[in-house]
Nanobody, 115 residues
Framework: QVQLVESGGGLVQAGGSLRLSCASP????????MGWYRQAPGKQRELVAT???????NYADSGKGRFAISRDNTKGTVNLQMNSLKPDDTAVYYC?????????WGQGTQVTVSS
């Protein structure tokens, strides 16, 4: 069973920042496309950002210019720096690892942005 472990969620005021981190097994980190998704109450899970093993990134329009996904190759973690947070960013954020037909999820971390 592949375990992805998220950390860094919490409560922040609008305009503030949070940094999420996802730890995965080394083999997963080195091969898979890693990403962050989020799910707000009553809504479908949606893409936030992804990063390939080579460092290529992709962002949903909602986070462009505010969010930055990165890889720490020393620690084997994938990070999501979130700046200028808005109440609409409130959701459970999930780490994802994807490779061909294999798809794994973390348990999720709550991000709450107060107005």
């Amino acid at each position: 069973q592949v375990q992805l472990v998220e950390s860094g969620g919490g409560l922040v005021q609008a305009g503030g920042s949070l940094r999420l981190s996802c730890a995965s097994p080394r083999i997963i980190f080195e091969i898979y496309v890693m990403g962050w998704y989020r799910q707000a109450p009553g809504k479908q899970r949606e893409l936030v950002a992804t990063i390939t093993k080579d460092g290529s990134t992709n962002y949903a329009d909602s986070g462009k210019g505010r969010f930055a996904i990165s890889r720490d190759n020393t620690k084997g973690t994938v990070n999501l720096q979130m700046n200028s947070l808005k109440p609409d960013d409130t959701a459970v954020y999930y780490c994802n690892a994807n490779y061909n037909l294999a798809n794994y999820w973390g348990q999720g971390t709550q991000v709450t942005v107060s107005s």
